[in-house]
């Protein structure tokens, strides 16, 4: 009998390759959470990328004289500034200017499935790609 407890008892006391189990536990869960982290960030960052633009094109619009002109400066603030974000594409932009009670505003939707950020969207869940922003400019007094 003691020649089958022995082995048990040393192969409960021998601690190599804790670490390698411990590791294929936790290891799973902090890749996870890290390409959680590396989604969601690069959603925000787009998110408020777009933001910046959208506010740029409004500040512009307000110059137009009527909707057709307000349409087109928006549209020319947009196509130049967003080559100046990293992944963002102008083609992915869609940018709409209504005119209402002494107020512009100007909406961009942008489609963001083409950065790199929503290949993790297999993995990670994240927030729809479509991403819509929009900014109000009043025109005259307060």
């Known amino acids: 009998m003691d020649r089958f407890l022995k082995p048990l008892r040393a192969f409960s006391r021998d ?17 996870f959470l890290l390409m959680g982290i590396v989604g969601w960030g690069g959603y925000f960052w787009v998110s408020h990328a777009v933001q910046q633009v959208t ?8 110059a137009g004289l009527d909707q057709d002109e307000r349409t087109s400066l928006a549209s020319a603030v947009l196509n130049t500034e967003i080559d100046d974000y990293a992944w963002l594409k102008t083609e992915a932009a869609k940018v709409t ?8 505003t100007v909406r961009v939707v942008y489609d963001a499935t083409h950065t790199p950020f ?13 991403i819509a922003r929009s900014a109000t400019v009043r025109l005259g007094g307060y």
Not at 119 to 127: G, Q, R, S, T, Y
């Open 97 to 104: 200017v209504t005119s209402q009670d002494q107020a512009i």
């Open 15 to 31: 601690q190599l390759g804790g670490a390698a189990v411990e590791f294929a536990i936790i290891g799973p869960i902090l890749v």
């Open 118 to 130: 929503w290949v993790m969207k297999a993995i990670v869940p994240l927030p729809s790609p479509s």
């Open 55 to 62: 506010n740029d094109a409004a500040r512009a619009a307000v």
